[in-house]
């Protein structure tokens, strides 16, 4: 069993950063996040394995950043130039290499908006 708890999400204003984490209760390989706005299928948003490179969907590239802290079993998203377009609940997700099982955080919402 693995659990992930995200923080950080909230209210911003269009043009605001907000950096999201996600704490993990153990070390997995690939790690990244997803988003779901309402009324909308989830989105992939990015991911970053352990030593790897990242990658990052084409609508968030250049203003979000995925990274992570092994030590301390984190991931984070930091997210630069938000628009109202980023609005949706966010779910950090865990899955080891090798393996077709996936974890997921419970999400966190982030709301854009003046």
């Known amino acids: 069993q693995v659990q992930l708890v995200e923080s950080g999400g909230g209210l911003v204003q269009p043009g605001g950063s907000l950096r999201l984490s996600c704490a993990a209760s153990a070390t997995i390989f690939f790690m990244g996040w997803y988003r779901q706005a309402p009324g909308k299928q989830r989105e992939f948003v990015a991911v970053?394995?352990?030593?790897?490179?990242?990658n990052y969907a084409d609508s968030v590239k250049g203003r979000f950043t995925i990274s992570r802290d092994n030590a301390k079993k984190t991931v984070f998203l930091q997210m630069n130039n938000l628009s109202p377009e980023d609005t949706a609940v966010y779910y950090c997700y865990a899955r080891p290499s090798m393996a077709t099982m996936t974890y997921w955080g419970q999400g966190i919402q982030v709301t854009v908006s003046s």
């Open positions: 970053i394995p352990s030593g790897g490179s990242t």
